[in-house]
């Protein structure tokens, strides 16, 4: 998968749960929770669809640092 594909993976699935957020806004070097508006509940949510979706595993020690999208397009591409 292409850098450019799993960053609309991951979009797709962070609109999957929150639909109402607007991805042509996204900042990637922005951190994501700041920007959607995601409790921590969503965010588990969106970390969980996420490992469904791509098969990278998202474990709660580097759940905490991976803040922004280009940084979590960086770790996933580093595990796939």
Not at 14 to 39: H, V, Y
Request: with cysteine; charged share 35%; hydrophobic share 45%.
């Amino acid at each position: 998968m292409k850098r450019e594909e799993l960053k609309q993976a991951i979009v797709d699935t962070l609109l999957s749960i929150a639909p109402e957020i607007d991805a042509e806004r996204l900042a990637a070097d922005k951190p994501l929770r700041d920007q959607t508006d995601l409790d921590s509940a969503d965010w588990l949510n969106f970390l969980v669809a996420l490992h469904a979706r791509i098969g990278v595993d998202i474990p709660d020690a580097d759940a905490a640092r991976l803040t922004t999208l280009d940084k979590l397009i960086d770790y996933c591409e580093r595990k796939r």
